[in-house]
């Protein structure tokens, strides 16, 4: 009976050793996981900010423990500013991080309020290379033009230097359209989009500076 009472002592003792082991080797793994650092940061769709700016509001400037970074976090961080919509984080291993912003984008300055609009309406008092809206819109239009304002091709918004808002008796959605480039259009908020193509149809004229219109006809006034 005792040679039996030892040998269960022995098998008991073995498997605590057993136990032991795995949960210093897991002690082991988890001090090597929180240890390893987030050492590539790749950032999208950013254009407002540079990519080391949304890194430093993520607060991964100092490549901090993978581990210890959770998803969330990143996201929560960078969609406290005004002008960051929407953020998507992917973590394809575990050193690194893709970030990719959707911008809350300024689209014009708009006089009458003496303020930045951005895309979702949000007015600022900061500046940026936006145009000018000069004259007052009247509500029910505004809000059909800033959506019109926010599908462009924002190259383009850049390129623009004023916009006056300019009804007809045809079309009270009328805007006339001063370029940087010296060149004015005609736009109406249904085919608004068709400013993106404003590079191609102005190579056809020679760089020659006029009145572009593409509110009707589509046709290209040049200036004597």
Not at 50 to 56: G, P, V
Not at 72 to 81: A, N, T
């Amino acid at each position: 009976m005792a040679r039996k009472t030892k040998k269960k002592r022995k098998l008991k003792l073995k498997n605590v050793l057993i136990v032991l082991m795995i949960i210093i080797a897991l002690l082991l793994a988890l001090a090597f996981l929180t240890d390893v650092k987030i050492n590539n940061i790749v950032v999208k769709g950013n254009s407002l900010y540079s990519d080391w700016e949304i890194i430093e509001k993520a607060k991964l400037d100092d490549y901090p423990s993978s581990i210890k970074t959770l998803s969330h976090s990143i996201v929560d961080r960078l969609e406290e500013d005004d002008y960051i919509k929407n953020v998507e984080v992917l973590r394809p291993s575990l050193t690194k991080v893709v970030i990719t912003v959707e911008e809350n984008l300024p689209l014009f300055y708009y006089v009458p309020e003496d303020k930045t609009i951005l895309s979702d309406e949000t007015e600022v008092d900061a500046n940026f290379p936006v145009p000018t809206v000069i004259n007052y819109v009247p509500d029910n239009i505004y809000s059909d033009f800033l959506k019109s304002m926010s599908e462009i091709d924002y190259d383009i918004i850049k390129r623009i230097s004023e916009i006056m808002y300019d009804p007809n008796e045809v079309d009270d959605g009328r805007f006339f359209l001063t370029m940087n480039d010296g060149n004015q259009v005609y736009l109406t908020l249904n085919k608004f989009t068709k400013i993106d193509n404003y590079l191609n149809i102005i190579k056809e004229f020679d760089n020659k500076k006029g009145i572009l219109y593409l509110d009707s006809g589509e046709y290209f006034e040049v200036k004597s």
